[in-house]
């Protein structure tokens, strides 16, 4: 079995998400078992993985596999299933009108939340003392059990949390201890495990009790493969297996802070740990040529690199109808990327000031979620320089397929990527692109002058007048869409899977050593 390690899926996919999902379907497609496997705690984790794509059997979840839930089926739980006492009074919630409240004669006893959006389901019931402190919450699985219940202190302070099976069992527990000084900061938590398999187990970090996790899953088969995504989070709960497996750490960005400087450049903080225990690693997966070369002149050959492109296009894909010039929505210039700093967003906007002085019809969408609040900086930027009418951010999309298809340009001006799954997607779709020349992805994606531009780093007079240039040049641009169609092929699902059986291939040798 190969398992991808990650904290948990989100409907906001990451690249490292999209990227997994891909993998799944491309191992699927080949008969070789695959999970991806989670360890964060969800109310709504099965329903988010079947809005993205995928199916139970394709997931499976730390709290899922101690509660043995795994397969429960949805079944619904509404206010109606509540047995409430015959001597209090159930009213509407008078500080939520989709929700209830339980009072006796005296006070409030409950509120009651539903969830959103047909706020049929109940989501928490909130317990109040005598004196209006909340006491407790319970907290309902979207597939319509009690799951979660937290208790609090009279200042409003967590507790402890215990998690419950569909059956109503009692299998996990946290008990957090507060600093002495201050009472609001959590100092450490004790994470326990109840009655698996006949024993109670204790656990000093979530790193510890994920690391079990790992133990107790290599145990259901033999000659598992497991392969860390998320290596900063999860990199040391694989490294400190008990039980024998192959581990491979997956680099999906740039190791190093410093391109120029490749033997001595600190490393991104992501790797470090990993980097730093790299003889415990059964190899590294590295998604271009360029960095798989930079990464074994500074570390030799002793561990095995595999180069393994992140994105995949999939047949179906490859054999859509290409989109024709002219029914692409004329002079719209798109960003796929979650807003962020080292995306460079800011030097975009910049450069397309310049833009729109020449061609006024011009505008650009970004597309992508934000991290923290570089929305709220990117957005007063745009009304600083004026920019209202031209710039326009739409956040994230579940339907992206259908925003490259009507676009005419794919913009990516980022200080560094390790692939970049959006100029692949722009790519599979006919649209031309244009990118900083920067470590590592676009220079492996961009045929320069073919379909595409490459740029000087930074250097946004250079971005504008390429987009000028295109835009301005229809034949040009549409010839430039046509070459992304062919060249997006180099990365089909043929093509990737043997770079993945290369991987498989000495997995296999080294289970049978």
């Not at 990737?496 to 000495?506: K, T």
């Amino acid at each position: 079995m190969y398992y991808f390690l990650n904290t948990i899926v989100n409907e906001d996919k990451s690249g490292i998400e999209h990227a997994e999902m891909k993998r799944i379907a491309m191992f699927k497609e080949h008969h070789v078992p695959a999970k991806i496997v989670t360890r964060d705690f969800s109310l709504t984790f099965h329903d988010v993985i079947h809005r993205v794509g995928l199916a139970d059997s394709d997931v499976i979840n730390l709290f899922d596999f101690f509660g043995e839930s795994s397969d429960f089926k949805a079944q619904a739980c509404t206010i109606n299933d509540l047995p409430i006492s015959d001597n209090l009074e159930l009213l509407v919630n008078d500080q939520d009108p989709h929700g209830y409240m339980v009072r006796n004669a005296q006070r409030i006893i409950q509120r009651i939340g539903m969830r959103a959006p047909d706020y049929q389901q109940i989501e928490v019931i909130r317990t109040y003392d005598a004196l209006g402190h909340l006491a407790k919450a319970e907290w309902y699985d979207s597939r319509g059990f009690r799951a979660l219940e937290q208790f609090f202190d009279a200042d409003g302070n967590l507790l402890s949390e215990q998690v419950y099976n569909p059956q109503g069992k009692l299998y996990y527990q946290t008990f957090h201890q507060r600093s002495p000084f201050s009472n609001q900061k959590i100092v450490n938590t004790l994470y326990r495990l109840i009655d698996w398999h006949g024993h109670d187990y204790s656990f000093n970090g979530q790193k510890e009790l994920t690391r079990f996790f790992y133990d107790e899953l290599n145990k259901q088969s033999s000659h598992n493969v497991f392969i860390v995504d998320r290596t900063m989070e999860l990199a040391w709960s694989a490294l400190h297996m008990q039980t024998p497996a192959l581990k491979y750490m997956h680099l999906h960005s740039a190791h190093l802070n410093n391109h120029d400087d490749i033997l001595h450049s600190t490393l991104n903080f992501n790797y470090e740990y990993a980097l730093n225990n790299l003889n415990k690693w059964d190899g590294v997966i590295i998604p271009t040529a360029r960095q798989a070369t930079d990464f074994k002149q500074r570390y030799g050959n002793d561990v095995p690199v595999y180069v393994i492109p992140v994105g995949v296009v999939a047949d179906q894909q490859i054999a859509k109808p290409r989109v024709a010039w002219k029914q692409r929505t004329k002079d719209e210039v798109i960003m796929v990327a979650r807003l962020s700093p080292e995306k460079q967003q800011d030097q975009l906007i910049k450069a397309f000031k310049k833009v729109v002085t020449k061609l006024p019809d011009a505008r650009l969408y970004f597309w992508g979620y934000a991290n923290e609040h570089e929305d709220k900086r990117l957005q007063k930027l745009v009304a600083d320089e004026q920019m209202e009418k031209y710039v326009f951010f739409k956040n994230y999309t579940r339907d992206i397929g259908n925003v490259y298809d009507h676009a005419q340009l794919s913009v990516l001006p980022s200080r560094t990527e390790g692939f970049s799954l959006a100029l692949l997607e722009s790519q599979a779709h006919g649209v031309p692109m244009i990118a900083y020349d920067v470590p590592y992805g676009p220079q492996e994606i961009i045929h320069n002058d073919e379909d595409g531009y490459l740029i000087q780093p930074n250097d946004v007079d250079a971005l504008a007048q390429k987009i000028i240039e295109l835009l301005s040049n229809p034949n040009k641009a549409a010839t430039f869409s046509n070459n992304a169609y062919e060249n997006a092929k180099h990365f089909s699902a043929t093509n990737v899977w043997q770079d993945w059986l290369r991987l498989m291939h000495d997995a296999q040798d080294k289970v049978t050593e």
